[in-house]
Nanobody, 120 residues
């Protein structure tokens, strides 16, 4: 089975920065895409950023200009650099990867989440 290990969450002051990391390991696999989602208490889980296997990045509008997603394919790792954090960014951040299971099929795997708390 594939294991996702997330790290980098914690407490940060408003205006500060954090870098989240998520590393996939385990059985043989080919990652199609990697991304980050977040969920605040009482809210729906929302997309933060995603990156394709070829390096094309996508961001939610509120994250554009502040967050940067990147990946290291050799390490099976996706990063989320978060700058200019504000209290509204407080949430549990989840790593998600999509693994190719066939020529035209894929399966999604989720990490257990890492908590980001931004103080005012």
């Amino acid at each position: 089975q594939i294991q996702l290990v997330e790290s980098g969450g914690g407490l940060v002051q408003a205006g500060g920065s954090l870098r989240l990391s998520c590393t996939a390991s385990g059985s043989s696999f080919s990652i199609n895409s990697m991304g980050w989602y977040r969920q605040a208490p009482g809210k729906q889980r929302e997309l933060v950023a995603a990156i394709t296997s070829r390096g094309t990045s996508y961001y939610a509008n509120s994250m554009k200009g502040r967050f940067t997603i990147s990946r290291d394919n050799a390490k099976n790792t996706v990063y989320l650099q978060m700058n200019s954090l504000n209290p509204e960014d407080t949430a549990v951040y989840y790593c998600k990867i999509t693994v190719q299971s066939g020529f035209n099929d894929a399966m999604a795997y989720w990490g257990k989440g890492t908590l980001v708390t931004v103080s005012s």
